[in-house]
């Protein structure tokens, strides 16, 4: 008896295997002869059938991988040979115009395989769009004319990876929110380390997220996901030494106060002499205002950002700190906009949690922040608990005008304040905001007549706390003591 029911079971596994066996063996022909092709300059017809069988057909994870990595070799070997930038007309552009199309077809199965099921071809796909990225804009770099040779990144492609990132689409087409150890990969071995990687990818974030529906709040919240995990960003331009594509880092000329150049796909528009007539690039909205002492001229003027190249935007620090500031301040009143009030809350603690150390330090003016900080006052809680906090740095370190912080601080003394989640911290920055020796006496003491109040009725674990925060502000503020003690016969 058991041997009838276990042949069966050894014949469907060798049925199973050997087909396996079948579509990595014809992929491995195909690659083989499609590289044999590219090397003897002959059709690349089989490059059309691999692209078909990787991309048309529904493959086990196993043989998908070995797919888009015989694609991805077959490419490069393409790209290397400088098929793809064949200039000419008739059959050589004929060519080129069916390779890109192959390529196209390629690319767009990566972005979606992002959101793939298995961990594995997530992260392959993420490394080969890169990998594709660094080849395409070698191969571009190369193609340039000797006379006006220069660095170029490929944008085209870059602003699919892009949005595959913040889109994240699945197959059936529909946006989500991006797999955690996408984002983990993609900060950690390119966001966090090169600096063209991190200024293309502020730059060209906006426009995805501008051109994203207003109710789609997947798009905001995957870029947030990124931008909250950024805990380093250059101080000094001698820090922007990193670069993916190698070609880029070599140091540009001098930006010139009016530039001259041509613009081209991967240049941002220059301004013309009359600043006047510029006033819709946004780039201008970051240049320091010019000095008004015409007496003290530097003898080489900082250039205006929205004078540079690319390739001079890229080693110029006030650059980095333009795209990081307008990508923030086109994500910050996305985040408001989730219909859903917990999300909307949610969205807001992760903003605020970075804020004061992540964001508001490298922003080109702090003070661009202030309107969306101040919103999230009115939310209470522990959202109108941080962006108080938000406030008192825009106070402290950048000379925000606030009067009306320390009412909006006084109205958050009630009871619930005592059973926070956050109740904690809310106290270790309220003495901070109470610290300072300049404030009123009558100020502070109707703070401590507040907090002795709600202590009446308060739980034990928040008595705990009240007790000593009100002891520090007296000892920190020695008029206050009348409040406890006075001397002689003044009573």
Not at 185 to 198: L, N, P
Not at 221 to 238: H, Y
Not at 300 to 321: D, E, G, N
Not at 395 to 409: A, E, K, V
Request: proline share 5%; with cysteine; hydrophobic share 40%.
């Amino acid at each position: 008896m058991p041997a009838p029911t276990s042949l069966p079971q050894q014949s469907k596994k060798r049925r199973k295997l050997d087909h396996g066996s079948s579509v990595v063996s014809e992929i491995k022909s195909l690659e083989d002869e499609l590289v044999a092709a590219v090397q003897a300059n002959t059709s690349l017809n089989k490059l059309a059938d691999l692209v078909d069988l990787v991309v048309g057909k529904s493959l086990e994870p196993r043989d998908l991988s070995k797919g888009i990595y015989a694609l991805y070799r077959a490419f490069t070997l393409i790209i290397s040979t400088g098929k793809l930038s064949i200039q000419g007309d008739g059959p050589a552009k004929a060519v080129k115009t069916w390779l890109w199309e192959r390529l196209h077809s390629y690319t767009d199965f990566l972005v979606v395989l992002l959101k793939d099921e298995e961990k594995v071809l997530r992260t392959s796909s993420l490394q080969i769009l890169f990998s594709l990225q660094k080849h395409l804009s070698t191969a571009q770099t190369a193609a340039t004319s000797a006379s006006f040779s220069r660095p170029e990144f490929h944008l085209s492609h870059f602003r699919k990876i892009v949005s595959g990132l913040l889109l994240s689409p699945s197959r059936d087409g529909k946006h989500s929110e991006i797999d955690p150890d996408i984002v983990d990969k993609f900060y950690e071995t390119w966001f966090s380390v090169y600096d063209d990687i991190r200024w293309f990818f502020l730059r060209e974030c906006v426009n995805v997220l501008e051109k994203a529906p207003a109710g789609q709040i997947s798009t905001a919240t995957n870029l947030l996901s990124i931008l909250e995990r950024l805990q380093t960003f250059p101080t000094d331009n001698e820090e922007l030494n990193a670069w993916w594509v190698a070609e880029l880092g070599a140091k540009p000329p001098k930006p010139k106060k009016i530039a001259s150049e041509d613009d081209d796909e991967d240049t941002l528009p220059e301004a013309p002499e009359d600043d006047e007539d510029d006033d819709d690039d946004w780039r201008k909205f970051f240049d320091e205002p010019a000095p008004v002492d015409d007496s003290k001229k530097s003898k080489s003027p900082a250039a205006r950002l929205h004078k540079m190249t690319v390739h001079q935007s890229l080693h110029s620090l006030p650059s980095h700190r333009a795209v990081f500031t307008r990508a923030w301040l086109a994500l910050l009143p996305r985040l408001s906009a989730a219909k859903d009030e917990d999300v909307k809350r949610g969205l807001a603690i992760r903003a605020l949690n970075v804020m004061h150390r992540g964001v508001l330090p490298h922003l080109t003016r702090a003070i661009l922040a202030m309107d969306w900080i101040a919103g999230c006052v009115d939310h209470g809680g522990s959202v109108g608990l941080l962006a108080l906090n938000g406030l008192f740095t825009l106070m402290r370190d950048y000379n925000l005008d606030y009067p009306s912080f320390y009412t909006r601080l006084y109205a958050f003394l009630d009871r619930d304040v005592l059973h926070l989640k956050h109740r904690a911290r809310f106290f270790r920055m309220t003495e901070l905001f109470l610290s300072s020796t300049h404030l009123p006496a009558t100020l502070l003491a109707s703070f401590i007549k507040r907090l002795s109040r709600l202590s009446l009725s308060a739980p034990p674990a928040a008595i705990v706390m009240i007790i000593p925060f009100t002891y520090n502000i007296l000892k920190k503020h020695p008029a206050l003591m009348v409040m406890i003690h006075r001397d002689g016969d003044s009573g």
